[in-house]
């Protein structure tokens, strides 16, 4: 499904983080996938959420600098191969992936993680998703 990201340009600094995430838990915001990286001075985080309107109203709120963008979370079995076999599929459907990232799991029983895909063509994305869904 095509969701909301945003990408949070914050001080590079211990603690940070942590404020970031109180401050979408006390937003009652959950966050469905997360990345973090940084330069010398600016941390970048992007995160996808459950509520967006409510994720940009705190981070206005706290005078917190960001962007936002469309991309697509699926979620994938935690199996082996099921990130190949999407990825393929995108493939063989002509489907450029900007850049992905995924939460993990550590159960092995029927537990599924958030994949996040950037790319040109979202409704394309999500096209092969749905009929990828139905074999995995």
């Not at 985080?45 to 109203?57: E, L, M, P």
């Not at 995924?102 to 040109?120: E, L």
Request: positive net charge; glycine residues 6%.
């Amino acid at each position: 499904m095509i969701r909301k990201q945003f990408t949070l340009y914050l001080e590079n600094k211990p603690g940070v983080l942590a404020s970031i995430s109180r401050l979408l838990a006390t937003a009652k915001v959950n966050i469905d996938g997360i990345s973090a990286y940084s330069s010398a001075d600016v941390g970048l985080v992007q995160v996808v959420v459950s509520n967006a309107a409510a994720t940009r109203k705190a981070l206005n709120r706290a005078g917190i600098p960001f962007t936002a963008q469309d991309v697509v979370l699926v979620t994938l079995p935690n199996e082996i191969g099921s990130l190949a076999a999407m990825a393929s599929k995108l493939s063989r459907s002509g489907v450029n992936i900007n850049y992905i990232y995924a939460t993990g799991c550590t159960c092995t029983h029927g537990c599924r993680c958030n994949v996040i895909v950037s790319a040109p063509d979202l409704k394309k994305v999500e096209k092969v998703w749905k009929m990828a869904e139905k074999e995995l």
